[in-house]
T-cell receptor, first 113, second 112 residues
């Protein structure tokens, strides 16, 4: 079965640079979620979108923004990167009628030097 | 910060042993989810529970939704090497249909 696709899988950036992470949800899933997971930590919810509208917001820094497009894919834009932004970033998707059950992508490992 | 208390933090077991882990919350949950995560990969949904008292199996995995709705248990029977990983409980953030909150995870290590 098709899964959530994330790109890139690995990204290395310098401090103060910008980064864009992409997420392609499972077909017919119209809700996407972004999570950040630091080393040895549980995933922390950042933000979610349904039908291109922000549906919920968690601990997303003001330096980050995200959007969902008409084909339901989503992008997380990160600016003024800091060393502490180094983490795994996961995207998850769910069908609207099952928002409690989220299927995760393989993640993007961001390293800020 | 997280609102789910998951224990144990780690388990060292022999292959073939049964495993039990649990998660508790100070709030009532309507859904309990159990995920497994392997290094460098995204969490994979194992079992979803929607009703108090519900007992659901997925192969050698069995999870239960506590009758108080404030806890859940995951059992793995006859563990095998591929069971190694971190197991997370998760549930919807109170008042949200979108945000999941997570336990700290149980790291399962199988002794050779």
């Amino acid at each position: 079965a098709a899964g959530v696709i994330q790109s890139p899988r690995h990204l290395i950036k310098e401090k103060r640079e910008t980064a864009t992470l992409k997420c392609y949800p499972i077909p017919r899933h119209d809700t996407v979620y972004w999570y950040q997971q630091g080393p040895g930590q549980d995933p922390q919810f950042l933000i979610s979108f349904y039908e291109k509208m922000q549906s919920d917001k968690g601990s997303i820094p003001d330096r980050f923004s995200a959007q969902q497009f008409s084909d339901y894919h989503s992008e997380l834009n990160m600016s003024s990167l800091e060393l502490g932004d180094s983490a795994l970033y996961f995207c998850a998707s769910s069908p609207r009628q099952s928002t409690d059950t989220q299927y995760f992508g393989p993640g993007t490992r961001l390293t800020v030097l | 910060g997280q609102q789910l208390n998951q224990s144990p933090q780690s388990m060292f077991i022999q292959e073939g042993e049964d495993v039990s882990m649990n998660c508790t919350s100070s709030s009532i949950f309507n859904t309990w989810l159990w995920y497994k995560q392997e290094p460098g990969e995204g969490p994979v949904l194992l079992i979803a529970l929607y009703k108090a008292g519900e007992l659901t199996s997925n192969g050698r995995l069995t999870a239960q939704f506590g009758i108080t709705r404030k806890d859940s248990f995951l059992n793995i029977s006859a563990s095998i090497p591929s069971d190694v990983g971190i197991y997370f409980c998760a549930g919807p953030f109170p008042g949200s249909n979108y945000q999941l909150i997570w336990g700290a995870g149980t790291k399962l290590i199988i002794k050779p």
